[in-house]
């Protein structure tokens, strides 16, 4: 396994967000709100900033989508949202932009795919214009490769060298090559239209977790633009996280990826922001990265035939997403603190001792009192029903959150 760990040098500004240069690595998420609805696509980037994405993209695919954009830029101004929104444009993104100059001027970010501009000819052309129209904006882009639309015309020249010379690669080789190819050249191609270097990210998706990592590992090695990192087309729930997490994981280590977002498929009805959450936990996991005060439970055992300690530890990771908001507004470093709830006396009274505030709930057969730890020292137990552990609790996080983290001067 390579052992280089990569660092981008070249640092693009997107909005107020920093990628690449050395800067943490961002979050970023997708609306799935239809774009023309200004009023609903503007609440869910709100709510997805709101939970912890750094960068939010929505789908620039019709007039109608085209034309709502300003609209949605200012609605998120006016609820005190900056976060940068970023414009995806497949097909016709060259028109819609030229005949949409609000919109163009609205985005902080366009996202071109160079296999969905056109083919022949008209591919360079029309993603010319696309760069062009960001040069005259000062916006930057992501040139955005993805292995379920990339260019097939690269693709077959690709395949038939390979027959014609016997150079004995497989498909899933050649294609892997293609992908890096094509973003490399269409990084060239928007540097020939004006676009300065620290004016362009770069991805390269495709939907399996060892493509991803050879795909980036290669890339990462023949450019120094910053990249955006991702798996795409991942999947839903428990797949989704586990295979994103299995690919980014290793790049991130390696110091490969300087945004990501976690594509999950949602469920139907489901809260969008689980894809954020994601991102952030992953980042998490890896210490590059803090968001929210961590929350340590065990996974249950014979040992803990009640239910208690699980309904508790959901209640107190809903009540830490909810607030998070605030607290990031009102406190410093609050995002660092660490929360145990623990099922038994087994690990429970040391992982509550290490964390800043923890519990330790009885596990079967075990004396029914919950001592709660803060920095280490046992400082009080909670009797009762659940309704009375769970309130006890909770306002024993408020207290020391309120206690323990300084207080952010709002006037500035």
């Known amino acids: 396994m390579p052992t280089t760990t990569f660092h981008r040098t070249i640092g693009v500004r997107v909005g107020d967000v920093q990628i690449g240069g050395g800067a943490p690595v961002a979050v970023q998420s997708m609306t799935i709100t239809d774009t023309a609805d200004a009023k609903g696509t503007a609440a869910q980037c709100v709510e997805l900033a709101s939970a912890g994405s750094e960068l939010v993209r929505i789908t620039v695919n019709t007039p109608a989508a085209a034309e709502a954009v300003p609209e949605i830029k200012r609605r998120m101004l006016d609820l005190g949202c900056r976060a940068p929104l970023i414009g995806d444009f497949h097909y016709n993104g060259h028109l819609l932009l030229s005949q949409y100059p609000g919109c163009a001027e609205a985005l902080d970010k366009y996202r071109i795919n160079p296999g969905n501009v056109g083919t022949g000819s008209r591919r360079d052309e029309r993603f010319t214009t696309i760069c062009q129209i960001a040069r005259d904006h000062g916006t930057p882009v992501r040139i955005g490769v993805n292995g379920g ?15 014609d010379q016997q150079l004995g690669r497989s498909s899933e080789q050649i294609i ?53 990192l991702g798996l795409t087309e991942a999947g839903m729930g428990l797949k989704g996280q586990v295979w994103s997490a299995a690919a980014m994981g290793v790049l991130l280590e390696q110091g490969i990826g300087d945004t990501i977002r976690v594509s999950l498929t949602p469920r139907p009805g489901g809260d969008r922001r689980d894809e954020v959450y994601a991102a952030c936990e992953l980042l998490q996991a890896l210490g590059l990265r803090a968001f929210a005060p961590s929350i340590t439970a065990c996974p249950g055992c014979g040992r803990t035939t009640s239910t208690t300690f ?103």
Not at 185 to 211: F, H, N, Y
Request: charged share 25%; glycine share 6%; aromatic share 4%.
């Open 310 to 412: 699980q309904s508790l530890a959901e209640l107190i990771q809903n009540h830490v997403r909810e607030m998070m908001p605030t607290w990031k507004a009102r406190y410093d470093g609050v995002e660092e603190m660490r929360v145990a709830v623990m099922g038994c006396v087994v690990n429970g009274p040391g992982e509550s001792k290490a964390a800043n505030i923890g519990i330790s709930l009885p596990g079967t057969g075990e004396e029914p009192t919950c001592p709660v730890y803060i920095d280490g020292k046992h400082t009080k137990t909670l009797r009762g029903s659940y309704d009375e552990l769970a309130d006890g609790f909770r306002r024993l996080v408020d207290e020391y959150i309120e206690h323990h983290y300084d207080k952010k001067d709002l006037a500035i």
């Open 176 to 228: 892997n090559e293609c992908m890096v190819l094509s973003a490399l050249e269409s990084t060239a191609l928007a540097m020939e239209a004006g676009l300065r270097p620290d004016q362009i990210i770069i991805s390269c998706k495709v939907s399996t977790p060892r493509d991803l990592i050879a795909i980036y590992r290669d890339l990462a090695s023949k450019t120094n633009q910053p990249l955006h």
């Open 149 to 163: 639309s990339l260019n097939q015309d690269l693709v077959m020249t690709r395949m038939q060298e390979n027959t």
